[in-house]
């Protein structure tokens, strides 16, 4: 059975396991087994022993999957969540496609409005109240998440959850999994 890697920020959320059970019987109805981060048994230790062995367990799954699919809604912040777009990295640098959803409809751009204030904006480019330019490329994310997924040949798939549903709403991340079908099986994507 192919097995995809079940990147994002769900880990965060106190129903994590659940989450995780969701999305993984999702992957079983179309096929595929999900690999979720809080699969691996946590070694009786603490501190940074602990961080190693999460770092190690979920690099081990990437590279033991065909493929991830990444969930990009903005964590706190205007954008995805940094262990997220980590791996993400890791599994392109390994050869393995990545598919990715965004659970809101906002670009990059707006979302750094909405989180940081108005832009300054000058005959060459927009600023924030940082005093750091803003992307203007009407991106789901920061371009280089975005045209990493787009240089694979597809887009993120971006889906309007509710505001209290962000990291639990999983329609954008089963389509995810309908353009994984079209990539990895094409006979089979008439689902």
Not at 18 to 24: D, E, F, L, T, W
Not at 49 to 66: F, G, L, P, S, T
Not at 117 to 138: I, Q, Y
Request: with cysteine; aromatic share 8%.
């Amino acid at each position: 059975m192919v097995a995809l890697y079940l990147a994002g920020p769900e880990v965060f959320l106190p129903q994590a396991r659940s989450i995780g059970v969701a999305k993984k019987k999702l992957c079983a109805r179309w096929g595929y087994e999900g690999l979720f981060p809080l699969d691996s048994n946590l070694p009786v230790v603490s501190g940074e022993d602990v961080a190693m062995h999460i770092y190690r367990a979920n690099i081990d799954m990437i590279d033991k999957c065909e493929a991830i699919v990444a969930n990009l809604t903005p964590f706190r912040g205007p954008s995805a969540d940094a262990g997220t777009i980590f791996e993400i990295g890791y599994a392109l640098g390994t050869g393995k496609p990545v598919f990715a959803y965004i659970n809101v409809l906002a670009d990059y751009r707006s979302r750094v409005i909405d989180s940081h204030g108005p832009l300054v904006v000058t005959k060459d480019d927009e600023w924030g109240a940082d005093g750091m330019a803003v992307e203007n490329f009407g991106l789901r994310d920061n371009l280089m998440i975005a045209q990493s997924i787009a240089a694979q040949g597809w887009e993120i798939i971006a889906h309007s959850a509710a505001a209290d549903a962000l990291f639990t709403d999983l329609q954008g991340f089963e389509m995810s999994l309908r353009r994984v079908r079209e990539h990895l099986a094409p006979e089979r994507a008439l689902r």
